[in-house]
């Protein structure tokens, strides 16, 4: 089996963290502790097991976390860009906006709110909010 990289790695890790087996996994690793307490007389080294089993692990699902996140995010904006790319009439320039500095966006959420305010008084005055404005 050839080596799996990072992002493969991470995809399976991530599928297989999901699954409800593995969350029973994780809870029986718990009552297994708290069981054994009494065995070990609640002691220091009995606290440290799960205090450290669970700061590794979180620490590693961090990351794994934020691979999912971004590879989710990347996939999303791919599709809406080809959503407004496809659209007839859609403002080609809404594309990568994620990419774009605070002022920028801060510019076009600003047309689009009023754009959206413009709508609402419309429809309140008995009109309709179905066309399509340039923003």
Known sequence: MAALGY????????????????????????VVWIVTGPLFNFSDTWQLVINTGTTIVTFLMVFLIQNTQNRDTQAIQLKLDELIRATAGAHNALLDLEELDERALEGFRKRYEALATQARAQKQAGGV???????
């Open 7 to 30: 992002t493969e790695l991470a995809k399976v890790v991530a599928r297989y963290c999901g699954r409800p087996s593995t969350f029973m996994l994780a809870v029986g690793v718990v």
């Open 129 to 135: 909010d179905t066309d399509s404005p340039e923003a």
